[in-house]
């Protein structure tokens, strides 16, 4: 969740003064539009990290992810876009 807020409230507000002043956008519109590109980004990029934490959250005997890194290296080797499953519902 630290990626997501931190992202959220880093990105949202440099893309609300780029619109504001590039686009000509009003405050509201501008705030709008960044909030939505901030979260969305946000979203997307701390997801990896959500997705490492539900699967040792659901092995609780430790059998197949005994740590975050293993857990992140056993899910690439696997198939690397099960980083990033689920993101699409989480998108709609």
Known sequence: DAIYVCGMLGL???????LESRAGLG????SLLASLVGGVSAGVLSHPFDVVKTCMQGDMTQRQHAGALATFKALVNAHPGRLFSGVGAWLA
């Not at 949202?12 to 780029?18: A, C, D, N, R």
């Open 27 to 30: 405050v509201g519109a501008a």
């Open 12 to 18: 949202t507000p440099l893309v609300q003064q780029q």
